[in-house]
């Protein structure tokens, strides 16, 4: 009997097709998840608490986005870190120090350094890397997580893509578009840090999880916890509101 072409050609074609329409689906999955919490525009009021082993401090900060290219977060509390903003404007970032009067611009290679000392990074915050369009996604199974049916998505960055991670892992709800887990992977294939979502309830006219813990996996016992006391999506902010002569006057 002879080799069939034709078979072999048939399973080919569906084999690509089958592919290209589950990293569609992927990315669409990743991307609905994006703009459950992001939206177009947002304002947030955010408690932050930086747990370690023998301290712990808390921030509370006003945040104000204009996706995907502009962010400002003010820092209102304690009394010493009071009046301190971080400002985004497309690739570049800022941060305002009321106590030196001083602006200083944060160079790339310091997107992965500490935010105010917490786990979470100038990337994290500000989020100069686009999940949605720096990464190809792919389905890599179906998961429960915790009380969700949960799509698994490996995320790997595009070449040249400006980004900081090797490899993301995001656990997303099949109902809802929930994003419940993300762990973030280096270059090198190791797992560095993974952040939990929870405590989800309706807030600002969304079901969405209000409480996010980031978790580095080298340091036991830390950890730091973003909660949402307030959230509005879709404010009338304009781009000029995110301006460095703004960064000296919020309030």
């Not at 969304?206 to 080298?218: A, G, L």
């Amino acid at each position: 009997m002879g080799f069939n072409y034709l078979n072999l050609y048939k399973t080919v074609v569906l084999f690509l097709f089958i592919s290209a329409l589950s990293a569609q689906d992927a990315k669409e999955i990743v991307k609905k998840a994006d703009e459950l919490i992001k939206a177009k525009s947002r304002y947030s009021e955010v408690k932050m608490s930086v747990i370690k082993p023998d301290w712990s401090r808390e921030m509370v900060m006003k945040m104000w986005a204009l996706e995907p290219d502009y962010a400002l977060i003010l820092i209102t509390s304690p009394a010493k870190d009071k009046g301190m903003v971080t400002l985004k404007r497309k690739t570049e970032v800022w941060n305002w120090i009321p106590g030196i009067h001083r602006i200083i611009k944060i160079p790339p290679s310091m997107m992965l350094q500490s935010w105010m000392g917490s786990d979470f990074t100038n990337d994290d915050l500000v989020k100069q890397s686009s999940i949605v369009n720096d990464y190809h996604h792919k389905i890599i199974g179906r998961e429960k997580y915790g009380a969700y049916d949960c799509y698994k998505i490996e995320m790997t960055p595009k070449e040249n893509a400006n980004v900081v991670w090797g490899k993301i892992i995001v656990w997303i709800s099949e109902k809802g578009y929930l994003s419940l887990r993300s762990d973030y992977y280096d270059e090198d294939g190791y797992l560095i840090k993974k952040m939990i979502g929870d405590r989800v309830k309706r807030m600002g006219g969304r079901v969405i999880p209000t409480r996010w813990e980031m978790q580095p996996v080298d340091k036991p016992g830390q950890k730091t916890v973003m909660e949402y006391l307030n959230i509005k999506f879709n404010v009338p902010v304009k781009k000029s509101f995110f301006s460095q002569k703004n960064m000296k006057h919020l309030r």
